[in-house]
């Protein structure tokens, strides 16, 4: 793997980077404070930047990004706003990428153009009673002629609210377990789709999760994605993408909690001496750096990985594993640098602490990567785990 970013990733860092502190940072707060979608900041990023179709083919209007230039701009969203960075990554990830790879050639032409440019994607997979275990799902769709009819309630729903086409997963067939799972494309404003208030959360507040119910929600045949029956072949593929993304997202919240606590080391003063001279400061600071370059190689080589078409699912559960856990770790120890005034929301740390947490929960708790990884690796070394 070559650890050097190409001058098309670097321009792009630098473009993100650049447009992220200097047009969506002041907005941050606002939206924060009132637990509001950031709607317009969206669209803008789609219009100003094209990110609303990150891997979206360019003959649908998209701007085709390869996965490692992907996590790179989930990263720097990641370092100045992580509920932006996540309703970007779940609009890329496991909305358009699903019609992508999956959809019909109707379906990509009704829907990749709209979601380049105007419209929010979101993913419905998880219910009450089923989250780490899908198979566990109760929500069902029948067949009825030409349509099917969906019932039941689904869970944690990110971007579900502002979401104009969301993937719903459901069951087709309740007796056959993950085999009976089957996806469909909803559109919002469906009859018998009811979009519950969003969850109040400890972090990444202007991402909004809601409860979706489906009471006799007819839609046609055509809005099935892929065939009856593949919906958890699906659902999986792109959540070993969807990890990456979050594993980036946790390595943008680390980078910034570290470029903050580097900063306030060197401004503040205590005995006559800047809190960086002291090694007990200077150990934390070397701990945190080490954990946010660590997690960035792992992310960035399971999204090399995917690039070069090799299985990634064991480096993808690596990546979203650590660099979740580095985030919070490194948030923490922000906290402490900062002392007194890191417990403040003046100061930001706080906040990531906050925002760090949920990314050792969604896409797959902590541990179920454990889980991944472990029979991914003995299965490797013949213990047909």
Known sequence: MDFDLTEEQRLLKRTVREYADSEIAPQVARYEDASEFPRPVVMALWKDLGLGGMYCPEEYGGIDLDPVSYAIVVEELGRVWPSLCIIVSVHNSVGVQLIAEHGSPEQK????PRLNTDWVAAFSLSEAGAGSDVGAMRATAVRDGDHYVLNGEKNWVTNGQNADLTVIFVKTDSQAGNRGITAFLVEKGT??????????????KASEAVVLSLSDCRVPAASRLGKEGQGFKIAMAELDGGRIGVGAQAVGIAEAALERSIRYARERQAFGRTIGEFQAIQWMLADMATR???ARHLVYRAAWLRRAGKPYTREASMAKLYASEAATFVSHRAIQIHGGY???VDYKVEQYYRDARVTE?????????????ARKWLAEHGYGA
């Open 342 to 344: 890191g417990y403040t």
């Open 361 to 373: 929960i969604y896409e797959g708790t902590s541990e179920i990567q454990r889980l991944v990884i």
């Open 191 to 204: 009859p018998g789709l009811t979009v519950g208030r969003p969850e109040r959360k400890m972090g990444i």
């Open 109 to 112: 032409t009704k829907y990749l």
């Open 292 to 294: 946010v370059e660590a």
